[in-house]
């Protein structure tokens, strides 16, 4: 079986770093779905189907987390023994909870006058959000600053869901 | 076993005989078998040339009759005539809704559908398996010898229970499943590797009773796909029943009987393939409450189905919105499922997407021609191309929390195989059981999910509330089907778990239709079953040789005995005549060799890392 003690990043080949080259994590994950997928197994015995199951399903477990960047993060927080979700001092900053919360309902404004440009534009202001949070958790994570990284991640963590919901929001007004 | 496989493409490490794998796209108006020949995927016809068999069983009072010749009695004995089967397949009567729309005589009750025939009740599964067994023993003919394994394709929206319906069936046909394979993926695999085509694909698959859509992306031998949607009670048949409501309208006539309504669907079949290719088609029949004199335009017809073709159009965009792509990013979009031969289907299509739709294979035959292809690999006859396929499911599973809500473990679009666990635990002092209720869908509310299994997890120590961690793992192989496991962590304890499928059948059940199926045909299923087991014996032999050909160096003097002595026990049985002792042989062998495989499978990986690492640096 593959060596399950082995960390995303190692199973990868990649330092266990917050910025990662797209390109380079896709091919060493094609290359080793390649070697490990059931398909890959599929006249071997009862066991090798079930190592290549397992194995198939780590790699496909590892590439999802190293793919989204908030799950990169977390990872890369809990590899240094910092755990974000069972943390118990989970409150953010009032300015940005209250800031967000203007946006929620800014946007359930829109969607009751059916303003999709509006919508529109507050998706993009917070996707804009986001992605200068992103640098910012780069920044911390890759200086080794665990405590700040952890509170941006989180931030970075809402907003990526403010995103979602608002974008639903978005296309149901759209489909209407 | 080909243990793992680290020869190069198209370097077999053994010389063998060609394995014969088959193809089966079992839709809902017509089912195909299909196989690879001489590296090219062909349809398999009848003696007479056909390519389809319409998916029709008639339980006859000499015995069970399938495809053309039960769809010509269909509609004067509409009861024990059964068409469009795969719409009741892992569903419950409460699923059908308006069931006036089948002339059958249902049986009521729990789980699965039933229905009461001249051979007895029968069960959608058993019914499926009957057209299967017939694909079967056309391949057999064609072929020349038994089937080594087969690619059943299935929607890709269909859920679990109906996935594991459609394995039940080809299990109880007496098919070695390698896959089950998803009908648009299918689809891109004849498509994708026909044209050696890069980049960005929608696989549009509007079939007699289901629609899927799939996005998928096509780069350097990987068909990955990155979203699907659909809906599994939409389709041609739609089409048909709106002409059908129409002429029934303009007719003026009362709600007809069941050879009746079988007629005037027919005709209203007709009538709508007619239109592809003519400006009106007329329906003029005699029914017993009088007659129907009426034309079909393409107007009128485009009208009457206008809602149809919006219904269509949503699960398009939910596809592109979960791959995060708009409409131009997609290169190109291919067409699947005679209902696509539609004008209105393909306008729409067309303008949807900002170009014309892909329509240069047939989209009747090329399901099963990427069945087949899949097939043909799976069973290990390789063929110079090497290609990978990362495909997903289609809805999240789940399981039910407090206050009937759906707690999402694995999301829609997951890549697969995929395995997540997540922890709960206690809320009573001293409770040692727990039920779980497993659940797919999008929905918040478990009510609007589709229920699957509901376990038992029992044997939990007393501990106070919020102190036991229980574990429960999903696990979703590479056929989409889900297992689901629990363990008690604090203590170790692993609690016993009894499923009960919601909409499936039980093992008993599965067993009990085996056991039917061979008691007609008990000899021939005995001498099948030798000759499949001294199969399975030369090819674990001739693989496990191999192994230790390219790896003996993995294992030390004990190891190597053990296997040797494995070996050398199953060559023994190979000729006799007990499949018992055969099977137990050949399983030692397997657990043999366990650890060698294990082994192997690290030194790929590690082949598979370093490759990468000089590519990285280089």
Known sequence: M???SRNHFELFGLPAR????????ERAYRDLQSDVHPDRHAAGSDAEKRLALQASARVNEAYRALQDPVARAEYLLHLRGVDVRTETDNALPVAFLTEQLERREDAEEAADAQD???????????RADAARLQTEVEAALDAGDLERGRRRVRELRFLTKLVEDLDDMRVAVLDR | MTLFQISEPGESPLPHARKRAIGIDLGTTNSLVATVRHGIAVVLPDSEGRPLVPSVVRYADGGVEVGYAAQAKATRDPANTIVSVKRLMGRGLDDLGDDRRYPYRFVEGQGMVRIATRAGVRTPVEISAE??????ERAEASLGGAIDGAVVTVPAYFDDAQRQATKDAAALAGLTVLRLLNEPTAAAIAYGLDNASEGTYAVFDLGGGTFDISILRLTRGVFEVLATSGDTALGGDDFDHRVFCWALEQAKLPPL???DARLLMTRARDAKEMLTGHDAAPIDVELSVGSVEATLTPAVFSDITKTLVTKTMAPVKRALRDARLSPSDVKGVVMVGGATRMPQI?????EFFGQP???NLNPEEVVALGAAIQANKLAGNREGDD????DVIPLSLGLETMGGLSEKIIPRNSTIPVARAQEFTTFKDGQTAMSLHVVQGEREKVADCRSLARFELRGIPPMTAGAARIRVTFEVDADGLLAVSAREQTTGVAASIAVKPSYGLTDAEIARMLQESFAHAADDAQARALAEARVEADRIVAATEAAIAADADLLDDTERAAIDRALADVSARRDGYDRGELTKAVQALNDATAGFAAKRMDRGMARALSGRRVDALG
């Open chain 2, 257 to 259: 009987s069941g050879p």
């Open chain 1, 2 to 4: 593959i060596d399950f």
């Open chain 1, 18 to 25: 917050f910025r990662v080259d797209p390109g380079a994590l």
């Open chain 2, 357 to 359: 739709p892909l329509t």
């Open chain 1, 116 to 126: 999709e440009p509006r919508l529109a534009a507050l998706v993009e202001a917070v």
């Open chain 2, 131 to 136: 057209i299967l067994k017939a694909l079967r």
């Open chain 2, 346 to 350: 393909r306008r729409a299509v067309a």
């Open chain 2, 387 to 390: 290609w990978l396929l990362l």
